[in-house]
């Protein structure tokens, strides 16, 4: 089963999925009309409705991002909900980045799935990168992720992957 997540999402990106020929059934999203912990049940809930049998959702392909502080998903470096091992979705109502109440999967979900792809694009991300891929400083957010069964890419742009000295493929741009 392939299902499309949209938490959220930017504008760009909700023009991007009513271009596509995905059912509107497919496209699972977060209430934003809700309070935050009731917005995360609700899409807990959808996500099993979604994936019925699994105990942990199992997506074919997660895209994320990565924060300078090495954060991902909302989930922030030395924060409680980096423990979480029960939910599947969770609320988070004190970010430390704006906005300050969020939904996030939770590690269990991002590392339950087939494929992760991290994108992550210029200067400002050179140092954390270089301490999550070299230093393999495990403590942060984005260095938790790390697929059961799946496969893990990061794709980088030249000014990210600028304080890297471990070998990496270099691609030409389109």
């Known amino acids: 089963m392939s299902i499309q997540v949209q938490p959220f999402g930017p504008p760009s990106l ?10 509107d059934s497919q496209v699972l999203t977060i209430d934003p009309a809700l309070p935050v912990e009731d917005a995360a049940e609700d899409y807990a809930r959808k996500l099993r409705q ?3 049998g699994d105990t942990v ?3 074919d392909l997660l895209i994320l991002g990565v ?6 998903c909302s989930l922030f470096p ?3 909900l980096l423990q979480e091992r029960e939910k599947i979705v969770a609320p988070i109502g004190d970010s430390p980045k704006p906005p300050p109440q969020r939904v ?5 979900v991002l590392n339950a799935a ?11 991300k050179a140092a954390v990168l270089k301490r999550i891929l070299e230093d393999q400083e495990s403590a942060l957010p984005a260095a938790m992720v790390q697929p059961r069964t799946g496969a893990l890419c990061w794709f980088l742009d030249e000014a990210a992957a600028r304080l890297l000295s471990v070998p990496f493929e270099k691609h030409s741009t389109l």
């Not at 909700?14 to 059912?23: A, G, N, R, V, Y």
């Not at 087939?114 to 400002?124: D, R």
């Open 104 to 108: 996030t999967l939770t590690l269990p």
């Open 78 to 80: 030395g924060h409680p």
């Open 14 to 23: 909700t023009h991007l999925l009513s271009k596509l020929p995905i059912p």
């Open 50 to 52: 979604a994936f019925q």
């Open 57 to 59: 959702p199992v997506f």
């Open 67 to 72: 924060g300078p502080d090495g954060h991902t």
């Open 114 to 124: 087939q494929s992760v792809i991290f994108v992550a694009t210029g200067e400002g």
